[in-house]
């Protein structure tokens, strides 16, 4: 479903990313991990076309985004900093997703409004709003499209134990549907029980791609937490 082959990013003289190849496969949930600064957010926003890559290609549904915009419809993405305009509602950006998208696109919205307890700030104007229902209207834009892939940036950053929960709920459904879905997080609870695969970026490069099951493995560490310390301080994984 996603592929990238040497993804690279200079800013100026610092490297984002530097030489990811990976391949994510359809129906798959993905985990990106790191520290801050490790790269998630310039990773996740090349394949969205919104960082253009120094060096390197990606393919997304077997087309190579350097040839074509297209793709990008059928991709619903949640930014880690949302910034929609202040004076719009919720309701009013739905109907903005609804004419960039096309009209077919935007389904089961009505689930998410009901499904996330939006309905009380469907007609505030953002501005109006705390950050975490900002995340919150962020969510259920992005689920409200009918995707074949999901792009989530630390979704969870600043949700509640209980919508964190909700949002890992709704991201298995739409993995039984078929899609793939990436997701940064810092988060220990939003991974367990959700990812087939981890990528863990440390400065910019693939410290470790596989199974959490496996990352316990080759850490010899029970806990996810623990295994993580282990690849952020030792060298050799
Ligand atoms: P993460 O999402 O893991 O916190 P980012 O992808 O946001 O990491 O950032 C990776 C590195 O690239 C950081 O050192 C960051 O300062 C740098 N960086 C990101 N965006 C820009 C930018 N627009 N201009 C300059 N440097 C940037
Ligand atoms: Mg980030």
Redesign the pocket.
């Known amino acids: 479903m996603v592929r990238t082959e040497n993804l690279s990013k200079r800013?100026?003289r610092?490297w984002?990313?530097k030489d990811i190849t990976l391949e994510f496969k359809e129906g798959e949930i993905i985990g990106i991990m790191?520290?801050?600064?490790?790269?998630?957010?310039?990773?996740i926003k090349s394949i969205l076309g919104l960082v253009i890559p120094t060096y390197g290609k990606i393919w997304v549904n077997g087309v190579d985004i350097g040839k074509s915009t297209h793709y990008k419809r059928d991709i619903g993405y949640m930014a880690?900093i949302p910034r929609f305009p202040e004076n719009l509602t919720p309701t009013d950006l739905l109907r903005l997703v609804r004419d960039i998208y096309g009209d077919g696109k935007v389904k089961d919205y009505e689930y998410y409004i009901e499904k996330l307890s939006l309905n009380e700030f469907m007609n505030m104007p953002i501005k109006a709003l705390s950050g975490g229902t900002k995340q919150k209207v962020s969510a259920f834009l992005c689920f409200s499209i009918d995707a074949k892939l999901y792009i989530l940036d630390e979704p969870t950053a600043s949700l509640d134990p209980y919508t964190s929960l909700i949002l890992k709920e709704e991201i298995l459904r739409k993995k039984e549907k078929g899609a793939t879905v990436i997701i940064?997080t810092h988060i220990i609870p939003t991974v367990e029980g959700l990812v087939d695969k981890l990528v863990y970026?440390l400065e910019?490069k693939v410290k470790f791609f596989g199974s959490v099951s496996r990352l316990k493995e080759i850490t010899s560490q029970n806990s996810l937490e623990r295994a993580i310390a282990k690849l952020n301080h030792v060298e050799g994984f």
């Open positions: 800013y100026k610092k984002a990313i790191g520290p801050n600064g490790s790269g998630k957010t310039t990773f880690q940064s970026l910019g």
